[in-house]
C-alpha cells in the first residue's frame, strides 16, 4: 500500500472512531456504567494486538461497548487514541497473559443485557474464547441483567485456571421451550483445570446474583415441566474450583451442585428460595473430594447435603469435606448426608463445624435409608459411613434435632458430637427426641438435648469392605 493511502486511511479511521467513541460515552452514561466495565472492555479492544502490549498497555482504555468481533478487526491505528481519555487504571499485568489479553466481557460478544434479549450464544462465544487462555478471566459486568438459557461452560480442552467473574445478574428463560424436555442444570462448569466462580467487589447496591425467580413464577414452566427441574449451578469433573461473592436465588431444585470435583471451595455465598420450594438443597455434593464450604447463608430450602450417594446400587467416594461457619434458616435440613441402600464405597472425614441454625426442622441428619418416593427394598450393600465430626451445632429446631439413621450392615464408625445446642424454637411444643440407628462414635462434651441414643465406641463386628467397596 502506498503512504499517501494509509495515512488518509488513518485519518478517516481516526475520525470515525472519535465519532464512534462519544456517541458511546453517552450510551454509556446513561446506563451508568462504571469503571469495572470500561477495565473490561479494554481488554477485548486489545485483542490480538498483543504485540503492542509493552508499549501500549494504557492505551486501550475505550469505554464502549461494541462487539467484540468488529473490535477485533479494527486496524492497529486507532489504538493509541483512546489513551488520554481514560479514567480508570490498567488492567496491568492482571489482564494479560505473555502479551495477550485474558479478560473476555460478553457485551463484546454481542450481549446485550437487557434482560429479555437471550444472550446465551454470546454467553457461549464469549466463554469459547476465555477457554483458549490460560488465568483468563470472562466478564458478566454489573448493571446488566443477562437472559441465558441453559448453557455448558465445558472444558476437556480448556486451559486451566479460568476465572468467571459475575457482576451483574444473570436470569434464565422462562418459556418452555428453552428447557426443552427438562434439563438437569442451567449454568453447567465441566471437565475444567481450575475454575473459579466470583464476585470480588463489594459496593453498595452491587448485588450479583444467579436469578431464577422468573423460572420459579413461570406458571408455564410449573405446568410442563413438573418433574425434572434444574439445578442453578453445576460443577461436574472438575479440579481446583472456587465459588465466591455471589448469591443464587430461587433456583427451581438445588442450588449448587458438585459432582466428581476435587479440592472445591465454597465461601461468601448466599443461597435465597421460598419456603415452599420443594428440593431445593442449598449446596449439594456428590462423589467429590476435598472441600471446603464456609462463610454461606442458606434462607430455605434443604440446607447443605451430601449426597444422596449410591443410588442405583453405584458406588461413592466423599472424603475430607469441611463445613463451617454457615448460617441456615426457616431450612429443612441442616447439615445432612444422605445414601441410598446397595450402594457402595465410602464417606470418610467430614467436618461440620459452627453451623447456627434457626428454626431449621432437622439440624443435624444421617439417612441410609434414602429413598426418593419410589418404593426401596431393603439391601444389605451400603455405602459405609465413618468419621463424621459436628462441633458447634447451635440454634433452633423445630422437629427433631438429630437424626442418625445408619446401614444395618455398615453403621456409622466414628461420628462425633461436641457442643451441640439445640432448643425447639417454642419449649411447649413436645418434639421428637434424637434418634439414633446403628450409630457409634463419641460425645466430647455434653449435648443439649442429651443424645443418649448415640453408642459409644466402635461397632463390635467388623465392618468387611470388598476391594471394590474401598475408594
Ligand atoms: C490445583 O491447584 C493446585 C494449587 O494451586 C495445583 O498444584 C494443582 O496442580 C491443581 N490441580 C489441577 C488438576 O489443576
Ligand atoms: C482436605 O481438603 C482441604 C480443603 O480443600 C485441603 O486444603 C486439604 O489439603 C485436604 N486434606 C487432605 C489430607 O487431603
Ligand atoms: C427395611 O429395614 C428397616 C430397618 O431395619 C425396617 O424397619 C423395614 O421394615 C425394612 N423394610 C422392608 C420392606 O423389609
Request: proline share 5%.
Amino acid at each position: 500500500m502506498a503512504g499517501f493511502s494509509v495515512k488518509g486511511f488513518i485519518f478517516i479511521l481516526l475520525i470515525a472512531i472519535l465519532v464512534w467513541s462519544s456517541s458511546i460515552e453517552n450510551c454509556n452514561a446513561r446506563r451508568g456504567s462504571h469503571w469495572r466495565q470500561s477495565r473490561a472492555d479494554s481488554a477485548s479492544l486489545t485483542k490480538k494486538k498483543g504485540r503492542n502490549h509493552g508499549s501500549s498497555n494504557g492505551h486501550h482504555q475505550g469505554r464502549s461497548r461494541g462487539d467484540g468481533a468488529k473490535q477485533k478487526s479494527r486496524s492497529p491505528p486507532g489504538k493509541g487514541y483512546n489513551g488520554p481519555k481514560k479514567k480508570s487504571p490498567m488492567p496491568s499485568k492482571k489482564g494479560y497473559n505473555g502479551g495477550k489479553p485474558t479478560l473476555f466481557n460478553v457485551l463484546h460478544f454481542g450481549a446485550k443485557g437487557d434482560g429479555t434479549t437471550d444472550d446465551t450464544k454470546a454467553f457461549q462465544a464469549a466463554w469459547a474464547s476465555a477457554c483458549k487462555m490460560e488465568g483468563s478471566t470472562v466478564i458478566v459486568p454489573s448493571n446488566f441483567e443477562f437472559l441465558v438459557g441453559p448453557i455448558s461452560f465445558s472444558g476437556p480442552y480448556c486451559q486451566p485456571n479460568i476465572i468467571f467473574q459475575l457482576d451483574g445478574t444473570i436470569i434464565a428463560p422462562t418459556s418452555f421451550k428453552a428447557w426443552g424436555s427438562g434439563l438437569f442444570q442451567w449454568l453447567e462448569f465441566t471437565k475444567l483445570k481450575g475454575i473459579t466462580v466470583q464476585d470480588v467487589n463489594v459496593f453498595p447496591g452491587h448485588n450479583p446474583v444467579f436469578d431464577l425467580s422468573h423460572w420459579q413464577i413461570s406458571s408455564e414452566l410449573r405446568e410442563k415441566m413438573p418433574s425434572i427441574k434444574p439445578t442453578a449451578l453445576r460443577f461436574y469433573g472438575s479440579y481446583n474450583v472456587t465459588v465466591t461473592g455471589i448469591t443464587i436465588i430461587n433456583s427451581p431444585q438445588c442450588h449448587l451442585k458438585f459432582d466428581n470435583c476435587v479440592s472445591v471451595k465454597v465461601f461468601d455465598m448466599t443461597v435465597l428460595s421460598p419456603g415452599d420450594s420443594l428440593n431445593t438443597d442449598g449446596i449439594h455434593l456428590q462423589n467429590s473430594q476435598d472441600v471446603l464450604i464456609y462463610g454461606t447463608n442458606i434462607a430455605c430450602g434443604h440446607g447443605i447435603s451430601i449426597g444422596g450417594l449410591g443410588r442405583d446400587n453405584t458406588k461413592a467416594c466423599v472424603s475430607n469435606i469441611t463445613v463451617r461457619d454457615v448460617v441456615m434458616h426457616n431450612t429443612m435440613n441442616g447439615v445432612r448426608i444422605k445414601t441410598w441402600q446397595g450402594g457402595s464405597g465410602s464417606v470418610q472425614g467430614v467436618l461440620f463445624s459452627n453451623i447456627l441454625v434457626s428454626e431449621v426442622e432437622l439440624p443435624i441428619v444421617i439417612d441410609q435409608f434414602y429413598c426418593d418416593k419410589r418404593l426401596c427394598k431393603n439391601q444389605t450393600s451400603a455405602v459405609a459411613l465413618s468419621g463424621i465430626n459436628y462441633e458447634q451445632i447451635r440454634g433452633t429446631y423445630t422437629v427433631k434435632s438429630v437424626h442418625f439413621a445408619c446401614s444395618d450392615s455398615l453403621p456409622c464408625e466414628d461420628v462425633s458430637l461436641t457442643s451441640i445446642q439445640l432448643k425447639p424454637l417454642q419449649e411447649r411444643y413436645h418434639l421428637y427426641e434424637p434418634f439414633c440407628w446403628q450409630t457409634f462414635g463419641e460425645l466430647s462434651t455434653p449435648t443439649i438435648p442429651p443424645i443418649d441414643c448415640l453408642q459409644i465406641g466402635k461397632p463390635l463386628t467388623n465392618r468387611i469392605q470388598s476391594d471394590y467397596d474401598s475408594c
